[in-house]
């Protein structure tokens, strides 16, 4: 097999993810005036059952994004007023993201402007075409996770 057919595919897919998320936080920034992060997080703190908040860990998890990462997103999103973090009442030493009544009246306020995002982005594509992408995507997004490319997981480059 050669290069091109071993690696072609994967690498322009994997270009093709790279540039899609880099066109998603740009097109989201410009039309909605916040970033992609701040997007999800508002959409993560605003979902049923996280009106009393979550903790940054469980926050940091869902998101996948780096610790330096959220603590720099919400601080922003703190002098916004948007979240505050709060003391955990099971556990004193740990703090709670919890969205404020105004980052909630941001989030309910945007909904209008994401419909019209998601219906203009998703143009062209089949209710199908969605959900075998949307399935896709999770299954990549699992084999992602179970990457190691540890010493022992890693075939000896031959000479």
Do not use: C
């Amino acid at each position: 097999m050669s290069v091109d057919e071993s690696g072609g595919i994967p690498n322009r897919l994997f270009f093709r993810l790279f540039q899609t998320g880099n066109i998603l936080q740009r097109q989201v920034q410009n039309e909605m005036g916040i970033s992609a992060v701040q997007w999800a997080v508002l959409g993560a703190l605003s979902r049923e059952g996280f009106e009393g908040g979550t903790s940054f860990n469980l926050l940091k998890e869902y998101l996948h994004v780096s610790r330096q990462n959220l603590d720099g997103v919400l601080k922003r999103m703190e002098r916004d007023d948007h979240v505050v973090r709060v003391p955990d009442p099971q556990d004193r030493r740990a703090r709670l993201v919890v969205l404020t009544d105004t980052g909630r009246q941001f989030w309910n306020g945007l909904q209008a402007t994401i419909a019209e995002f998601y219906q203009q982005a998703l143009e062209g594509l089949s209710f199908d075409d969605s959900v075998s992408l949307l399935h896709l995507l999770k299954k990549l997004q699992h084999r992602l996770l179970d990457v190691d490319l540890s010493a022992e997981n890693v075939p000896p480059l031959s000479g």
